[in-house]
């Protein structure tokens, strides 16, 4: 596709519930990036993976977060037994790593709410 | 390790006027810098980038931005301000040995007076 497709846009859990979003990348694009944003504010940094292989992955906390890229499938990010802390808005964004610099292009994000 | 900073967290305008928002960044290696808008409850947009080229560099909706080693600065200015463009703007960095991630600035918030 020719954007980056998010779902879903809410998300509603309980804390300890399972929270799984899905990101459909541009066809063509190599590099996935998953980045949290809190209160309207501070982009943070979760992954990133080329291809199907995780290229970094130093922002996630472990203990509860994952996140796959398979081939064929929308990318996904699993939050385990989340946490009030957890609520945010979660940007996939996707990427052509090429000699005009990285432009990353951004889905709408999926707003998760922990209650 | 890279970092950015803007300064400011909200700026406010009137209509007509120059808007300037500042971005500070920190860099062991040549960067690339982008300035990114945001509308409430949408995603990010790309204004423009900076990636070696020229150090003036102009991107959507009249805005540009000017890359100054010197200073580390890549500050984004528009001559004339609209209503519309009030939105929240995020400067970032990035190094495509680390496969592009960003990283953010702390973002400005621009309101535009009538």
């Known amino acids: 596709g020719e954007e980056v497709a998010q779902t879903p846009k809410h998300l509603v859990r309980g804390e300890g519930q399972k929270a799984k979003l899905y990101c459909a990348p541009i066809k063509g694009h190599s590099y996935v990036f998953w980045y949290q944003q809190v209160l309207k504010n501070e982009f943070k940094f979760l992954i990133s993976f080329q291809n199907e292989n995780v290229f970094d992955e130093t922002g996630m906390p472990k203990e509860r977060f994952s996140a796959k890229c398979l081939p064929n499938s929308p990318c996904s990010l699993e939050i385990q037994a989340t946490k009030l802390e957890d609520s945010a808005v979660y940007f996939c964004?996707?990427?052509?790593?090429?000699?005009?610099?990285?432009?990353?292009?951004f889905g709408q994000g999926t707003r998760l709410t922990v209650v | 390790a890279q970092s950015v900073t803007q300064l400011g967290s909200h700026v406010s305008v009137s209509e007509g006027a120059l808007v300037l928002l500042r971005c500070n960044y920190s860099s062991s290696v040549p960067p690339y810098l982008f300035w990114y808008v945001q509308y409430p409850n949408q995603g990010l947009q790309l204004l423009l980038k900076y990636t070696s080229a020229a150090t003036l560099v102009k991107g959507i909706n009249d805005f540009e931005a000017e890359f100054k080693k010197s200073e580390t600065s890549f500050h984004l200015t528009k001559p004339s301000a609209h209503m519309s463009d009030a939105a929240e703007y995020f400067c970032a960095v990035s190094d495509a040995n680390q496969g592009g991630k960003l990283i953010f600035g702390q973002g400005t918030e621009l309101s535009v007076k009538p």
């Open positions: 964004a996707s990427s052509l790593i090429d000699s005009q610099g990285t432009e990353a292009f």
